[in-house]
């Protein structure tokens, strides 16, 4: 994977993100959206993966739209990550927009290194995701979650799911003592990813910064 390093590197909070060949253009406008609260007291590190929907993915999955359906890359993926994560002075957070917002949810199952989960427009609707996440605890303190409003208003019977998996999921995570935000946003699944993402990267890192 190709990795980019943007921000403060000696700052105290770290921020891990995923991202494809289509998020590119829209990180320095996310940087930028998280400097307006926080200033110069971040790092982040994005790791672009090679596949999206294989590298992404927790186990295989049959296509929801086009022809291509998912992989079971995520844990080589993690495992990349976790690389760059050995200093433990730092506080990590890792977070993603879409298939990337899942992928971090699915990792904070795996490990508690990271002190919150940034899930914007997080791919919710994923087959199993719902069982796994009910037969599992996730070991992390923090945990945003945000949808478009239009999201669900889908004609996609799998992808329509995803409004009813988000709200399952957020009482999941408050009856298990998480502190977790639901928050909606105007538009449908393409609308201001940086934005959206910016701000799920702004509210877990608060109480360190503000």
């Not at 403060?8 to 998020?23: K, R």
């Not at 959206?33 to 672009?48: C, H, Q, S, V, W």
């Not at 999955?61 to 080589?76: C, H, L, Q, S, T």
């Not at 990550?81 to 506080?91: E, M, N, P, V």
């Given at each position: 994977?190709?990795?980019?390093?943007?921000?403060?590197?000696?700052?105290?909070?770290?921020?891990?993100?995923?991202?494809?060949?289509?998020?590119?253009?829209?990180?320095?406008?996310?940087?930028?959206?998280?400097?307006?609260?926080?200033?110069?007291?971040?790092?982040?590190?994005?790791?672009?993966?090679?596949?999206?929907?294989?590298?992404?993915?927790?186990?295989?999955?049959?296509?929801?739209?086009?022809?291509?359906?998912?992989?079971?890359?995520?844990?080589?993926?993690?495992?990349?990550?976790?690389?760059?994560?050995?200093?433990?002075?730092?506080?990590?957070?890792?977070?993603?927009?879409?298939?990337?917002?899942?992928?971090?949810?699915?990792?904070?199952?795996?490990?508690?290194?990271?002190?919150?989960?940034?899930?914007?427009?997080?791919?919710?609707?994923?087959?199993?995701?719902?069982?796994?996440?009910?037969?599992?605890?996730?070991?992390?303190?923090?945990?945003?979650?945000?949808?478009?409003?239009?999201?669900?208003?889908?004609?996609n019977p799998v992808m329509a799911t995803v409004g009813d998996r988000i709200r399952e999921a957020h009482a999941l995570f408050r009856e298990q003592g998480i502190d977790c935000l639901l928050e909606w946003n105007e538009g449908n699944h393409f609308a201001n990813a940086d934005t959206r993402t910016a701000k799920a990267f702004r509210w877990v890192m608060r109480g360190e910064t503000e």
């Open positions: 994977m190709e990795v980019q390093e943007y921000g403060n590197q000696t700052a105290h909070n770290v921020l891990i993100q995923p991202v494809g060949d289509h998020d590119e253009e829209l990180t320095e406008r996310e940087i930028e959206a998280i400097r307006e609260r926080y200033g110069d007291t971040f790092r982040l590190i994005t790791f672009k993966v090679d596949d999206w929907n294989r590298d992404l993915s927790p186990w295989e999955a049959p296509a929801v739209f086009g022809r291509e359906g998912f992989g079971n890359g995520a844990a080589d993926t993690l495992h990349e990550i976790l690389a760059y994560c050995g200093d433990r002075t730092k506080t990590y957070y890792l977070g993603g927009y879409s298939l990337a917002g899942l992928f971090s949810l699915w990792a904070a199952y795996q490990t508690d290194l990271f002190r919150g989960i940034a899930a914007a427009s997080p791919s919710m609707w994923f087959p199993g995701l719902a069982d796994y996440m009910k037969e599992h605890v996730i070991r992390t303190k923090r945990v945003y979650l945000s949808l478009g409003d239009r999201e669900e208003k889908t004609r």
